[in-house]
């Protein structure tokens, strides 16, 4: 049994089908299909029941999995400790950034390590809480940045505490304010964020205990697209104060938002409690805590 075959049942089980396995790690599905029968042939039971295009696993393929994706993150972690021996020469950080705010927090941050460990490999992953969250528990990513967890499988370093903002079209009776209360805006569409974001989820609480069920107007990843929505008239969102305030255009206001306590952006990095961390994803850390971030003042 090889590491490799392991890698590549893993890719089919996750993707569904020996195409789309093919495509994700650039070989042929001949190649894929070869590499699961080799390793059904070595562990003399079948993984896969195959359905025309797609698969889905035996029982005997959903324990192999457990176990496979344990092996897989070990293998990962061994190559890391050994990499840690030439202090930084080579390496790969596999990180993860909430995609609100990554080009006005992270952009800079990013060209800072890069500059100090030019050898590192810095591999990407955007996207909201719970997908980072989700990836670094599968060991896809060693670190990730989100919403501070209550989970306690993961370890953080906090990074950030921001405030939200409203953002509201200038022509809304609210805009002239210098500031609104989240009850008043119980009649206003929000935009809100994927499914994957967890701000939803304490937006929708915030609003439930005020007594009122914001009203959806739509839902994207991208804050540039959001804040586009609001110019063109469709509803308000709410974003980090760092982040709306690089992001005001004409037609659009930014207030500040009177909302509960829990309603804020507060993102810290994770990792797997009691995972070995590499020296590639402590040089992360420490970089981070030599320039944090403050939390916004109104302004």
């Known amino acids: 049994m090889e590491f490799k075959h392991l890698r590549t049942f893993v890719e089919v089980a996750h993707l569904g089908g020996f195409t789309q396995a093919a495509h994700s790690l650039h070989i042929s599905q001949s190649a894929v299909s070869k590499q699961v029968a080799q390793l059904e042939h070595s562990l003399g039971t079948p993984l896969f029941d195959r359905l025309g295009s797609h698969v889905r696993l035996t029982a005997a393929g959903s324990v192999v999995l457990q176990r496979a994706n344990t092996m897989l993150r070990l293998h990962n972690e061994l190559f890391s400790e050994l990499d840690d021996l030439t202090h930084l020469s080579r390496g790969e950080l596999r990180l993860g950034l909430p995609l609100l705010g990554s080009s006005t927090l992270f952009a800079n941050l990013i060209a800072e390590y ?62 002239q304010g210098g500031s609104v209360r989240l009850e008043q805006l119980a009649e206003t569409p929000f935009l809100l964020y994927q499914r994957s974001f967890v701000l939803n989820d304490r937006l929708l609480l915030a609003c439930q205990q005020l007594g009122f069920t914001p009203k959806e107007g739509g839902r994207s ?71 944090p971030v403050t939390a916004s003042v109104p302004g």
Do not use: M
Request: contains cysteine.
């Open 221 to 291: 990843g991208q804050s540039d697209f959001l804040v586009a929505l609001v110019a063109a008239g469709q509803g308000v969102v709410l974003l980090p104060s760092v982040v709306a305030r690089a992001l005001v255009r004409p037609g659009v206001v930014r207030l500040k938002l009177v909302a509960p306590d829990y309603l804020r952006w507060d993102i810290a990095f994770i990792w797997r409690d009691g995972a070995y961390l590499s020296r590639a994803a402590q040089a992360w850390l420490e970089l981070l805590r030599e320039r």
């Open 114 to 175: 890069r500059r100090r460990y030019p050898n590192i490999q810095v591999s990407l992953l955007e996207g909201g809480t719970l997908n980072i969250e989700q990836a670094v528990l599968s060991g896809e990513l060693e670190l990730g940045g989100s919403l501070t967890p209550k989970n306690p499988l993961f370890a953080y370093q906090p990074f950030c505490d921001e405030p939200l903002d409203a953002l509201l079209p200038a022509d809304h009776p609210l805009a």
